[in-house]
């Protein structure tokens, strides 16, 4: 509720309906949807593509394998290009160097689909030559 003091008295004044629609109306949804930026029908979310890294361990000298869920609404087919870059870091999240990127494009089928992304340990091994040991690979 709003209120104010009202003039020449010590008690306050309910003042709400004077600011506000009343709770639960159509008005007040619409209101709230302007001030929070949500469209009424928002669109967007029925596109989000949500992506998740399955954990996959990484021994030097070996192909580095990582494994992408792509979760999204709908099920129609859609066209989707992965960039990712992979990293050589400490042990404590420092970062070393860039082993290089994978990129793929794959057409995805259905609400959940998984991808995966290979790079060969000939494209990395040679920049490990540049770093001290304790080394973390982080996709």
């Given at each position: ?83 990712c870059s992979l990293d050589l870091q400490t042990y404590t999240g ?46």
């Amino acid at each position: 509720n709003i209120s104010t003091k009202m003039v020449g008295e010590n008690r306050r004044q309910d003042i709400t309906l004077h600011y506000k629609f009343p709770e639960g109306s159509p008005e007040e949804r619409k209101a709230m949807e302007k001030a929070s930026g949500k469209r009424p029908d928002d669109k967007l979310n029925s596109r989000t593509l949500h992506i998740s890294v399955l954990q996959n361990s990484v021994e030097l000298g070996h192909p580095i394998n990582l494994t992408i869920v792509l979760k999204r609404k709908t099920a129609t087919p859609q066209n989707v290009n992965i960039s990712c870059s992979l990293d050589l870091q400490t042990y404590t999240g420092n970062k070393k160097t860039n082993l290089g990127v994978i990129q793929k494009t794959v057409q995805i089928q259905g609400q959940e689909s998984e991808v995966s992304l290979s790079m060969y340990s000939s494209f990395y091994i040679y920049k490990l030559g540049m770093v001290d040991d304790e080394m973390v690979i982080k996709g």
